[in-house]
């Protein structure tokens, strides 16, 4: 998946993955969302790169919608540019296989 971010970065557009695209918007989750997104939606991966938006530069194209569990989660109608990319990282998983998540995102 970091390749494919690759790409998006030099096009400047993420118009959706084939599942956003088949559910008519881009799935997004907050910070506090994002392991248990991880557990449920990759669990077949052993790395990935988690992208951080800047919601605001969407403007209204975001909504948020309940989904899992009837929390609120974020879901972009339209593309997002790569200007509204606000930094990558690389998570992967520890010899255990939990997913090492930054420390900003750490649940205590």
Same mark, same amino acid.
């Given at each position: 998946m970091p390749e494919r971010w690759a790409a998006v970065m030099m096009e400047g557009v993420f118009s959706g993955d084939p599942h956003d695209v088949a559910d008519g918007f881009i799935h997004l989750s907050a910070a506090d969302q994002v392991e248990g997104t991880l557990v449920k939606h990759y669990n077949e991966h052993?790395? @990935?790169l988690l992208v951080e938006i800047d919601l605001e530069? @969407?403007?209204d194209t975001v909504k948020w919608e309940k989904s899992r569990g009837g929390a609120l989660f974020p879901h972009v109608y339209g593309d997002i540019p790569?200007?509204?990319v606000r930094g990558l990282r690389h998570v992967r998983r520890?010899?255990?296989g939990?997913?090492?998540l930054p420390a900003e995102l750490e649940r205590d």
């Open positions: 052993e790395r @990935l530069a @969407l403007g790569a200007s509204a520890n010899d255990e939990d997913w090492v």
